[in-house]
């Protein structure tokens, strides 16, 4: 089992930036993808960025050139820069991991408790 826990956010004005955390523990074969999501109030949760082992981007168009995903795999560890934060970027933030528990296993995810962005205007 991967447990996975996030820190970093909190209240930033508009045009200011925040650095998330997020550091998975636990015994597995490998972890692959690691990502953030996010859920405003009153909407679904959505992608915001993930990477692979290899250090592969993926980024959703609205946070595309403010935002940075970067892995640590030694630590297991997944950052999020977050520069030009606007107040649509206000949402509780959320780190996956996806792992195998052996070569052949079936992908599982791991999601955190989440943590609050909010951006003032």
């Known amino acids: 089992q991967v447990q996975v826990v996030e820190s970093g956010g909190g209240l930033v004005q508009a045009g200011g930036s925040l650095k998330l955390s997020c550091a998975a523990s636990?015994?597995?074969?490998?972890?692959?993808?690691m990502g953030w999501y996010r859920q405003a109030p009153g909407k679904q949760r959505e992608l915001v960025a993930t990477?692979?082992?290899?250090?592969?981007?993926n980024y959703a168009d609205s946070v595309k050139g403010r935002f940075t995903i970067s892995r640590d795999n030694a630590k297991n560890t997944v950052y999020l820069q977050m520069n030009s934060l606007k107040p649509e970027d206000t949402a509780v933030y959320y780190c996956?991991?996806?792992?195998?528990?052996?070569?052949?296993?079936?992908?599982?995810?791991?999601w955190g408790q989440g943590t609050q962005v909010t951006v003032s205007s």
């Open positions: 990477i692979n082992k290899g250090g592969r981007t």
């Open positions: 636990g015994s597995t074969f490998s972890i692959d993808d």
């Open positions: 996956n991991a996806r792992y195998r528990r052996a070569y052949f296993d079936s992908p599982n995810d791991s």
